[in-house]
Each structure stands twice: as structure tokens, then as C-alpha cells.
Nanobody, 126 residues
Framework: QVQLVESGGGLVEAGGSLRLSCVVS????????MGWFRQAPGKEREFVAA????????YYTDSVNGRFTISRDNAKNTVGLQMNSLKPEDTAVYSC???????????????????WGQGTQVTVSS
């Protein structure tokens, strides 16, 4: 059974940085495209970033482009999200997700991803 476990969340001041990690177990990591999503209090979960199986294709939502970097290490079964220049509006629970599908035009949609982690809290103070 595929399991995803996130780590690295915490409390940081605006302008600071955090690095999230997601370790995947139970299957061959390199078969999965990976995504990061976030859900702020009172809001729907939204797409943040995605990376293809090979790492050749990367996508970001506009609000984090230039500040966040998604990466993967297939040897360590890990996907990371480096978050710089954090803003209070980045406060949310961040979850990683995995899909066996290629990253097609629906990569922002939650339905593409079959497997999800439980999430890690990121809080950015002003």
C-alpha cells in the first residue's frame, strides 16, 4: 500500500523559509508524478506545485511561482518543496499527493492524484 508522509512544517515569520519533504513508501517512487496542495482555514484545498515522474516537467500556481521550488530524489523516494519569501497568506496545511498518470492538462485537479499524505501545518506570522 502506498503511503505518503510529510514533514518540515512549522511556524515562521514573514519573509522566512521552510522546506517540506514527503517520503513515499510501498511502491516504486519513480512511477509517480507528485504534487503539493494546500488548504487554508475556511478555504478549499488548492494546487501548489507538481513534478513529473522524471522531473522534466514542473508546474506552479501563480501565487508561489518564483518563491517555491519543487524537487524530487528518486533514489530517496522523496519529493521536496522549498518555500522562500513566505507570506502570511501561505499559511495552510500542505499535503503531498501521488499519481501514476502523466501530468496532463489536469495536473491542478485533485482527482488526478490517487494517494495523499495527511499534511503538515505551515504558519507564517506577519
Amino acid at each position: 500500500q502506498v503511503q505518503l508522509v510529510e514533514s518540515g512544517g512549522g511556524l515562521v515569520e514573514a519573509g522566512g523559509s521552510l522546506r517540506l519533504s514527503c517520503v513515499v513508501s510501498g511502491s516504486t517512487f519513480s512511477r509517480y508524478a507528485m504534487g503539493w496542495f494546500r488548504q487554508a482555514p475556511g478555504k478549499e484545498r488548492e494546487f501548489v506545485a507538481a513534478i513529473s515522474q522524471s522531473g522534466d516537467h514542473i508546474y506552479y500556481t501563480d501565487s508561489v511561482n518564483g518563491r517555491f521550488t519543487i524537487s524530487r530524489d528518486n533514489a530517496k523516494n522523496t519529493v521536496g518543496l522549498q518555500m522562500n519569501s513566505l507570506k502570511p497568506e501561505d499559511t495552510a496545511v500542505y499535503s503531498c499527493a501521488a499519481t501514476l498518470s502523466p501530468l496532463n492538462s489536469d495536473y491542478v485537479g485533485q482527482r488526478l492524484y490517487a494517494y495523499w499524505g495527511q499534511g503538515t501545518q505551515v504558519t507564517v506570522s506577519s
